[in-house]
């Protein structure tokens, strides 16, 4: 079964960056919408960008001008670069493949001084 793998999580400081990762066992990314998601204790999981196949990219208002999300599917790997960080930002992150319904199993992301 293809599994997705995330890594780049951590502690930083507000205003620092953060670059996650999410790699595919499988071939899976190409021709597929990916995502990423973002959820904190209690609350529901809400989309943070997606890219389609053609590169297109969607963000939530939140982030605007300071995340952005990438894809390489010759590396069945997609990306998202975090600057400007901010408490509000603290959450467990999650990568999301649109065509398989396929999780990633998630990363902490903590933002505080």
């Known amino acids: 079964q293809v599994q997705l793998v995330e890594s780049g999580g951590g502690l930083v400081q507000p205003g620092g960056s953060l670059r996650l990762s999410c790699a595919s066992s499988g071939k899976i990314f190409a021709g597929s919408t990916l995502a990423w998601y973002r959820q904190a204790p209690g609350k529901e999981r809400e989309l943070v960008a997606r890219i389609t196949p053609g590169g297109s990219t969607t963000y939530a208002d939140s982030v605007k001008g300071r995340f952005t999300i990438s894809r390489d599917n010759a590396k069945n790997t997609m990306y998202l670069g975090m600057n400007g960080l901010k408490p509000d930002d603290t959450d467990v992150y999650y990568c999301?493949?649109?065509?398989?319904?396929?999780w990633g199993q998630g990363t902490q992301v903590t933002v505080s001084s």
């Open positions: 999301y493949v649109g065509n398989y319904d396929r």
